[in-house]
């Protein structure tokens, strides 16, 4: 395991920009939000091209219709030889007999020795025009222009001079529109469109997003697999991947195999490295002891501190060598309840409690490296407890998977230790208290292993009036 050197200057982590911050971190949400604002862009173009097409065929129509009603009527007015206007004149639409519709016609005088005039029975006020001077007439003698009507609707006005006959004697022709009613169809068009569209567009918009959690589904089935596999339930990823996901399926295999190979491998040199020392650790034990005497005593002693040290380092190496294994679980409960029940029998005298959480707790390492660590924090606890012990296991749940955590801590009512002491206690071989059986390595094995597992391991002083030992390590959901 490669550690960090004190002298050696941290880094700064790199900020993440605050727009990326500000947006959701969910491949789904972006892929769906991206699609919806495409969508409701499209529509509102679809819309404004739609409409804007619409206008300028309504307004085209609109005005081929007053040209040609104003050449019916220039086609249906004559002149006497006296210089009245004469003629009935009948456009086809009911709309000029209704009174003030807003569509009018009117001849009137435009030179001298014409007189008299002719409007249509809807006309019910005269209606002004303006003057040449404002809107001249182009070549043809013909102007239109916008102007009130009787009601105050808005009116669209084609006007032209004609002459009607040899004598140069000519007459204004006027047909008015409402140009109200055009505006007022083109509004409900409109309407209608942008209902149609919008009931299109959330249609479109629910259809993308089903197609989009549809093709994403794959990416949640690898997550489903990659937490089996976290949680040791199963050793790879399995099933049938798209063609764009199964590289990614395939490497994260040959990952985890790569993984169990390394782990299996420095089991075999550990193992290997026990029995090698295994036979001359135990050879200087058996001569220590048939030496006898002083110096025998002091070789069996150091021949078993030897052999204690060398399996408490063979240990450390085991953990690092499985550290960032995806493949251990161990439920917590369970374990402590049969180290509890088999330590309560061996301290009759000592009252030994425990409280568990409702829900189950999964430890994300290996059972024998649990059962070291409370071994050691329980017997310690029960070797200095006056007569009260308690364990409680408490989960810890973070903001995601990944950071749950859980938190045993075991607390007597012994003497306890100094906050002075605590950390001269996690020492190797220190002993605070000579009087007491023990090599010291006890708490040093458990601070070992807690770091090795990346948790976090705390003395305190006990509600109880003795020592509370806080362990904090890594949880599978």
Known sequence: MSRR????????????????????????????????????????????????????????????????????????????????????????????????????????????????????????????????????????????????????????????????????????????????????????????????????????????????????????????????????????????????????????????????????????????????????????LNEGRALGGAKGQLIAEQAASMQKQVDHYLQRARVAAQRDSVVYRTPVAPLVQRMVRVLQKLNPRTNLSLVLPATEVVFAGEREDLEELLGNLLENAMKWAKSAVLVSVVPLTGKDDAASQFEISIEDDGPGIPEDKAREALKRGRRLDETKPGTGLGLAIVADLVNEYGGVLALERSGMGGLKAVVRLRSLQ
Do not use: C
Not at 81 to 93: F, I, K
Not at 108 to 113: D, T
Not at 164 to 179: H, I, S, T
């Open 5 to 284: 050197r004190n002298s050696e200057p941290l880094k700064p982590l790199a900020r993440t920009p605050l727009s990326l911050r500000l947006w959701p971190r969910s491949l789904t949400f972006r892929v769906i939000a991206f699609s919806t604002v495409w969508a409701i862009l499209t529509l509102v173009v679809i819309f404004t091209l739609i409409t804007t097409l619409y206008r300028q065929a309504s307004e085209r129509g609109f005005d081929s219709l007053l040209s040609a009603h104003l050449f019916n009527l220039i086609g249906s007015v004559g002149i006497s030889d006296s210089g009245a206007l004469t003629g009935a004149p009948d456009l086809g639409d009911l709309r000029f007999s209704e009174p003030n519709s807003g569509w009018y016609w009117s001849v009137e005088p435009a030179s001298e020795g014409v007189h008299g005039d002719l409007h249509s029975s809807s006309m019910t006020k005269t209606i002004p025009s303006p003057d040449v001077a404002d809107v001249p007439f182009n070549a043809s003698f013909q102007r239109s222009y916008a102007t009130e009507g009787i009601d105050g609707e808005q009116l669209e006005v084609f006007e032209s001079e004609f002459v009607l006959d040899a004598k140069n004697r000519a007459a204004r022709f006027r047909v008015m529109g409402n140009q109200s009613e055009l505006e007022q169809e083109i509004s409900t068009f409109q309407r209608r469109l942008l209902t149609y569209l919008s009931l299109f567009g959330v249609g479109m918009i629910a259809i993308n997003a089903i197609a989009i959690l549809l093709g994403l589904q794959p990416l949640r089935r690898v997550r489903n697999a990659l937490a089996m596999v976290r949680e040791g339930t199963a050793h790879r990823l399995d099933g049938r991947f798209p063609a764009e996901i199964e590289p990614l399926a395939n490497e994260t295999n040959a990952l985890i195999e790569n993984n169990r190979r390394i782990v299996e491998r420095s089991r075999t040199q550990v193992g290997n490295l026990a029995h090698s020392l295994k036979t001359p650790l135990a050879v200087l």
